[in-house]
């Protein structure tokens, strides 16, 4: 039964307290103190997807975004290296960048501090020099690059979990992900609880259901399978029908069992990626509020260049297919915010075992 706002543990005691076979209690989805905990202890603390790197091929690229109220700066720097930095002014805290582009040297607008590409302070025009803090950079946050994503943590002390990402490694080294194209990425604003949308993309039980046109065909939930996770991850193939068009355009040790399924992955929290010979596409997920999350999606293709036509046509299909999970999700808010719900059994692990991996993450990292 959903309950408003109950004290956060009594809400992390339903999440240990409920089976592993069922899907969570609603108060996990709708109530406001665990969703601030959440927030303070899995996005504090864990490794969250920025974007791609070659969003940011050249030094001098640059984009930001907002992470839990804290404006960020991703860069590519004049040696090459990729850095997440804090966009705050150490001045008087203005947002030194907006949007993206390319630039020599960051400059504050307001008034016109100025920082190297890698957050080294440069110059505070009209400022004594004595009256200059000893270290004036912008802070640089915890950063590493991974199959051509970008992923940062704002917990200084958080160690990327190499180990437990190599079983996923393995499963996908064929496609050699990190040296697909960046095409396009779209940010938008989704109504429903974060967890809800990585569920939803790691659900293989709904392919048939709310795909009915654009997935079915191509992967029917009969032919999901469920791989091998970890601690850090979770995934599972989705096998495609033999009606299902070739994948002509991939690397060459794509294997042909690999060109007739695409990878579902989700790396614990946040991100979530659909990977098939000729093409990536990703969702990196942050909690707004308990109904509202941050959707940053994009696309990267094996081909080096797509006619306009040609990557019309791949991001139209993936649009119309946000847009049913999307509608879908919103959809599901609302039931799950009903005081007469109550959680039901999960199908078998082809279909729903994703959902059991990522539960019990939150069990894990979420402890009483």
């Not at 065909?217 to 009606?243: D, H």
């Amino acid at each position: 039964m959903n309950t408003e706002h109950l004290p956060a543990q009594d809400v992390v005691r339903q999440l240990h307290e409920s089976s592993s076979d069922y899907g969570l209690p609603s108060s996990c989805y709708t109530d406001k103190t665990f969703h601030d905990l959440e927030l303070e202890t899995l996005f504090a603390h864990s490794w969250h997807c920025a974007g791609r790197c070659d969003e940011i091929p050249e030094p001098g690229d640059y984009f930001t975004l907002d992470f839990t109220a804290e404006p960020l700066l991703v860069t590519r720097t004049q040696s090459g290296d990729v850095a997440v930095l804090s966009n705050v002014c150490r001045h008087r805290g203005m947002p030194v960048m907006s949007g993206n582009g390319n630039a020599k040297r960051l400059r504050c607008p307001y008034h016109a501090w100025s920082y190297d590409l890698d957050g080294t302070f440069r110059s505070a025009p009209l400022v004594a020099k004595e009256h200059l803090k000893t270290n004036c950079n912008l802070p640089t946050l915890n950063t590493h690059c991974w199959q051509g994503f970008i992923f940062f943590s704002m917990d200084a002390s958080a160690i990327w979990p190499s180990g437990l990402l190599s079983s996923l490694e393995s499963q996908i080294a064929n496609y050699h992900m990190d040296e697909m194209h960046y095409a396009i990425h779209i940010e938008e604003i989704w109504e429903c609880n974060w967890k809800s949308l990585v569920e939803n993309f790691m659900d293989g039980y709904h392919l048939s259901v709310v795909h009915p046109q654009t997935l079915h065909p191509l992967t029917p939930t009969g032919l999901c399978k469920k791989l091998p996770g970890s601690n850090a991850y979770t995934a599972y193939s989705a096998q495609y029908a033999n009606t299902a068009p070739e994948r002509e355009h991939h690397h060459s040790d794509v294997t042909d069992s690999e060109r007739r399924q695409s990878q579902l992955f989700c790396i614990f929290p946040s991100l979530v990626a659909s990977l098939s010979a000729d093409t990536l596409v990703y969702l990196s997920v942050q909690p707004l509020e308990v109904n509202r999350v941050f959707v940053k999606w994009g696309i990267s293709v094996f081909e080096s260049e797509l006619t306009e036509k040609e990557l019309t046509e791949r991001v139209e299909k993936w649009k119309e297919i946000n847009r049913e999970d999307h509608w879908i999700l919103q959809r599901l808010t609302a039931g799950l915010n009903s005081k007469k719900f109550t959680n039901g059994p999960l199908a078998l692990d082809d279909y729903e075992g994703t959902l059991r991996d990522f539960h019990q993450y939150l069990r894990k990292e979420l402890s009483l």
